[in-house]
């Protein structure tokens, strides 16, 4: 039997109160070393233990990664499968929504939005959110009328007249 190869970090993130109640404590004495038997990453100048800081900030790192990757994938279906199931206007302002947010240059976005609207890790995740969204619904809209080896009879809203190829 196989065991599925997944990372350790979903759990560590989950466990990390238990399992590095003290990653922050310092040692000043210790200073930056590099791996020995009871730090197996060394430890910084201040004597914190480095693995114990990766798995600590875990706890917000990984959270934030899934919560970038469903709000994109929620963002670019809600607004991509509309647009290629109706076509015609839907399809252009969706369009022109991923051309837009392609354009923009999201680290200087991200710096506007956050001095406009301040701050905060759930304002960053929205944003990341809403950067990587595009991809997601120009795919939609380009999908549901493509050539993919079926008759363009075969699916209702796809006509012979299709703009986007549907024979």
Same mark, same amino acid.
């Given at each position: 039997? +196989? ?16 399992? &590095? ?5 310092? *040692?000043?004495?210790?200073?930056? $070393? ?8 060394? $430890? *910084?100048? #201040? ?7 990766? &798995? ?32 015609? %206007? ?5 369009? +022109? %929504? ?5 354009? #923009? ?10 001095? &406009? ?7 960053? &995740? ?6 990587? /969204? ?19 009879? /075969?699916?209702?809203?796809? /006509?012979?007249? /299709? ?5």
């Amino acid at each position: 039997m +196989r065991w599925p190869s997944c990372s350790p970090w979903p759990a560590a993130a989950v466990l990390a109160p238990w399992t &590095v109640p003290g990653a922050t404590d310092q *040692d000043l004495v210790l200073g930056i $070393t590099g791996p020995v038997p009871g730090h197996p990453l060394g $430890t *910084d100048d #201040l004597g914190r233990d480095v693995l114990e800081l990766l &798995v600590a900030g875990a706890r917000t790192a990984v959270p934030g990664a899934l919560c970038v990757a469903v709000g994109s994938m929620l963002i670019g279906n809600l607004i991509g499968l509309p647009a290629g199931y109706f076509g015609g %206007w839907a399809d252009a302002l969706a369009m +022109r %929504w991923a051309d837009l947010m392609f354009s #923009l240059p999201a680290l200087l976005v991200a710096i506007v939005v956050a001095g &406009v609207l301040g701050g905060g890790y759930g304002l960053a &995740v929205a944003r990341c959110s809403s950067c990587c /969204s595009p991809p997601r619904t120009r795919g939609w809209c380009a999908g549901p009328c493509s050539n993919s080896g079926t008759a363009p009879t /075969s699916r209702p809203h796809c /006509s012979r007249t /299709s703009p986007r190829g549907g024979s």
